[in-house]
């Protein structure tokens, strides 16, 4: 399966973007999906997770309240909605698919395909 990253850009403190992530290739309706990011010097970190019927949803603590991730299997996308962005939410955006999904969601070996980054950078 191929992902492509998308939405991402400059923000000011406090506002919003969607990132989307179109699929193609093997059927995306029976895929999880996730969110990671990476700031500069740091390690990839965990930021959601949603299963293929979109009845199990994950955040990493530091996102919850803030961003929303969702799919649509009709269109093959996946979603990452934030908001109240902050300037530590700069990092390069990936998002991933699994084949399984299991209690390790925030590792980044649960996943088995991953799309091109899309950096979003929050201005102060």
């Known amino acids: 399966v191929q992902l492509q990253a998308s939405g991402g850009g400059l923000v000011q403190d406090g506002g919003s973007l969607r990132l989307s992530c179109a699929a193609s290739g093997r059927t995306f309706s029976s895929l999880h999906m996730g969110w990671f990011r990476q700031a500069p010097g740091k390690e990839r970190e965990f930021v959601a997770t949603i299963n293929w019927s979109s009845r199990n949803i994950y955040y990493a603590n530091s996102v919850k309240g803030r961003f929303t991730i969702s799919r649509d299997n009709a269109k093959n996308t996946g979603y990452l909605q934030m908001n109240s962005l902050k300037p530590e939410d700069t990092a390069v955006y990936y998002c991933?698919?699994?084949?399984?999904?299991?209690?390790?969601?925030?590792?980044?070996?649960?996943?088995?395909?991953w799309g091109q980054g899309t950096q979003v950078t929050v201005s102060s």
């Open positions: 991933c698919a699994a084949r399984r999904l299991t209690g390790s969601y925030a590792r980044l070996t649960e996943y088995d395909y």
